[in-house]
């Protein structure tokens, strides 16, 4: 806290604002302005008044940095008797062996007696309470005011920091038999303590750092978001393989409870999809004993239509595709005569699943309830690597690649018929030619015909 009088000149250095309002005052504000021969950013003035009074606030700043600090300024009317501390340092962190300078300032009282003592002095507050002398590793040097005889300070300096340094000071000043006292805590600052000085108020945020590391932290989000839905489906998939090759026994009982491992399900309009990338994939590329079902184009006999084909296998995968029904009344038909079957399907969609979600919204609240419980598996397009993930996930694991080195040959010669399809060859030479494969394998090995029959039951599912 400043104070002086109103018959002196008074200094403040280096102030810019006071009450907020920055500077050059009006008369009414405050009658302080820039010393002109000063190095600094002093300010002053010939007679200080009342309406000086206040707090000025010196604000530094550069282009990454600010720096503020503000003293009150409190004008008397007359000469006080008690003495009044003007400035005391605030408490400090510092690290052991680091410097420490601590200042205490002081306006003493008029001196009406004789032998009236003026002093102002450093202690230091011992574990008991009581006040002791300054350690000898703690020098103190005082400090008079060429302008003001009234004020006084003192300077208490320690070059390294130890451990007996840590602790309270007390700034004592005495004037006119009356004690004033004022404290100081000095307390100890780990090397890996971050300053705290920005969150507590000394220094302004740096918006432009904080600005910066926000976009950095969004930028990590992003990517942790992406990373998260490319990696952990497959990250799944594979823990759910490695369980199946620790527990083989176990997996391949559970495999043979089936005749097939999946049951593919579609309409005419499908047709096309299904047999060129569908089926040719689950069955050559992941080896899963595929078997077939063509739906009718109506959706209100599914369920009897499919139900004694879904008891032959361990799932059920239907293709759907929302745009040939013209009603929502007709999609959610052909979604509950597949959620009627004894295992849950997992339904491929041929249309963006956030259009359906919209167009279950206006069907009701049974639709939106029958989509939210239906597992959906939009599909892109047959190279789509996440959509083979999920629907491996979605799907129980197929048996353990252990085929013959016939039956090798054999998906080797079913993926180049697959290939020739592709290019462009007839799809009837493409279909006889895969029953002339399996013709082969069936006549190579009589005596191990129902091991024969297993492998291209998926494969004459197909056709």
Avoid at 19 to 43: C, F, H, K, M, R
Avoid at 85 to 113: H, N, P
Avoid at 161 to 183: E, P
Avoid at 419 to 445: A, H, M, P, V
């Amino acid at each position: 806290m400043f104070e002086a009088f109103e018959s002196h000149d008074f200094l403040v250095s280096a102030l810019g604002f006071k009450d907020g309002v920055a500077y050059p005052w009006s008369t009414g504000v405050s009658n302080l302005i820039l010393y002109p021969e000063a190095a600094n950013q002093t300010l002053y003035t010939r007679r200080a008044a009342q309406s000086d009074s206040g707090n000025y606030t010196c604000r530094l700043s550069n282009e990454s940095n600010s720096e503020t600090h503000t003293v009150r300024l409190d004008i008397l009317e007359k000469p006080t008797d008690a003495p009044k501390t003007m400035f005391i340092s605030k408490d400090q962190w510092v690290e052991e062996g680091s410097g420490l300078r601590l200042f205490c300032e002081a306006l003493i009282g008029r001196s009406y007696l004789a032998d009236a003592r003026s002093d102002l002095r450093w202690w230091k507050m011992w574990s008991n309470g009581t006040e002791g002398d300054l350690l000898p590793s703690q020098n103190e040097v005082k400090t008079v005011r060429d302008d003001i005889e009234d004020i006084i300070g003192s300077y208490l300096s320690i070059e390294k920091l130890s451990a007996q340094d840590y602790g309270t000071y007390v700034c004592v000043v005495h004037s006119n038999d009356v004690v004033s006292r004022s404290y100081v805590t000095v307390h100890y600052k780990n090397r890996e303590w971050l300053s705290s000085e920005v969150w507590c108020g000394t220094s302004e945020i740096n918006w432009h750092t904080i600005t910066l590391g926000g976009a950095a932290a969004v930028l990590l989000l992003i990517s942790a978001l992406v990373l998260h839905r490319r990696c952990t489906p497959r990250l799944l998939l594979a823990a759910r393989q490695a369980r199946a090759r620790a527990a083989a026994a176990q997996h391949r009982a559970r495999v043979l409870e089936k005749e097939f491992d999946v049951l593919v399900c579609w309409t005419s309009v499908d047709a096309e999809l299904v047999r060129g990338a569908l089926l040719p994939t689950l069955a050559c590329k992941y080896n899963y004993r595929v078997h077939t079902a063509v739906l009718s184009t109506s959706p209100d006999n599914w369920y009897k239509e499919i139900v004694c084909e879904a008891a032959r296998c361990r799932s059920v995968v239907a293709v759907l595709s929302p745009a040939q029904y013209s009603s929502p009344h007709q999609l959610l038909t052909a979604l509950c005569q597949l959620r009627a079957l004894p295992q849950p399907p997992v339904v491929v969609l041929l249309q963006d699943l956030p259009k359906l979600k919209r167009e279950a919204k206006d069907g009701g609240e049974r639709f939106v309830e029958v989509v939210r419980r239906t597992r959906l598996i939009p599909w892109r397009h047959v190279h789509d690597r996440s959509f083979w993930t999920a629907l491996r996930l979605a799907l129980p694991l197929p048996p353990a690649n252990d085929a013959s080195p016939q039956h090798v040959r054999l998906l080797e010669t079913f993926k180049k018929s697959i290939w020739l399809n592709q290019r462009g060859s007839n799809s009837t030479f493409y279909f006889k030619l895969i029953y002339i494969i399996i013709d082969k394998e069936k006549s190579s090995n009589p005596a191990d015909q129902d091991c024969k029959n297993a492998r291209s039951g998926s494969l004459t599912a197909l056709v």
